[in-house]
């Protein structure tokens, strides 16, 4: 027979051995979910005993996880903001990094008054929703050139309760969009087409393509996106980008180059400038 403590220990090693980078929280969550166990039973009642079912599917889950598929495909969701948002292989699984560009279009938004927010290149959901979620008065479009990450999207805002301030529409960023957004957010592919490769396992192998790709220099869709922000945003609007790493000050380039005034970025928690915003003349 087989405890809690002595399997979370036994997919715990499994995990490091197989070079996941997270193996405490992970074997735990693991745990939850195949053998059906909060996480307050695991701590407060460790030396219970499961049965070969239970065994049995924490082990399918570990072998997925061994193969290095990510947590939050194995479980089908990933925190982000103060909800959950569902994942599959078809949305970039949401970044705790993305959080800064939820707070500074928060920042950005009226309280008590309506504003029109555009997401380009919204997959999960998960920015657009957190926007709407804490600005009651506004509405947003969330744009993405995958109708299975629309799908997905669309599945999040109904399970938030947000649909009907959420419209979904598939589409390559702007083109074919009309009307003026007071808010254009983008969290876009940024990634050096040659160093997707080279990242972990859990993102070269099992995140979408078209969510990393940014081309040979990792700027192509800022490019793409500024070329064609003055269709979509209104005059005084703001634009808020979120960047990679070592790219705030290129994206900055192509913005005032654009015509756009741009601020200072701001930093993740990591000290990575993380989010560039720029402005429309009125
Ligand atoms: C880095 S992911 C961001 C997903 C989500 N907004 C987030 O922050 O978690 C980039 C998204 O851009 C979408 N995308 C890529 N090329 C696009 C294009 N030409 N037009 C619209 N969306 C595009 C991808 O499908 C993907 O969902």
Do not use: C
């Amino acid at each position: 027979m087989t405890t809690l403590v002595a399997l979370w220990t036994e997919v715990r090693k499994r995990l490091e051995a197989a070079g996941v980078d997270s193996p405490v929280v992970d074997a735990r969550l693991l745990i939850e979910a195949g053998a059906g166990v909060g996480r307050i039973e695991i701590i407060a009642d460790p030396r219970r005993e499961l049965t070969e079912a239970q065994v049995a599917a924490v082990d399918a889950l570990t072998r997925r996880r061994e193969a290095r598929e990510p947590i939050s495909h194995i479980l089908g969701k990933k925190a982000f903001w103060t909800f959950e948002v569902a994942v599959t292989r078809d949305v970039l699984t949401p970044r705790p990094e993305t959080e800064l560009l939820v707070e500074a279009a928060v920042r950005l938004l009226p309280k008590d008054s309506p504003a029109r927010v555009l997401d380009l290149g919204v997959g999960s959901g998960a920015i657009i929703l957190a926007v709407l979620a804490e600005r009651p008065f506004t509405t947003g479009l969330g744009v993405d050139v995958s109708e299975a990450a629309l799908a997905v999207a669309r599945a999040n805002a109904e399970r938030l309760g947000l649909s009907d301030r959420l419209e979904l529409r598939q589409g390559d960023w702007t083109e074919g969009l009309e009307g003026q957004f007071h808010l254009v957010l983008s969290n876009p592919p940024y990634i050096p087409a040659d160093e997707i490769a080279g990242l972990q396992p859990e993102v070269a192998r099992h995140e979408p393509r078209l969510a990393l790709d940014g081309g040979a220099d990792g700027l192509a869709a800022y490019r793409r996106i500024l070329s064609q922000l003055d269709r979509v945003l209104a005059p005084g609007g703001t634009f808020a980008f979120e960047v990679g790493r070592g790219q705030a000050e290129s994206v900055r380039t192509l913005a005032e180059a654009a015509g756009y005034a741009t601020d200072a970025p701001l930093d993740d928690i990591a000290g990575v400038a993380r989010v560039v915003t720029g402005h429309r003349a009125a």
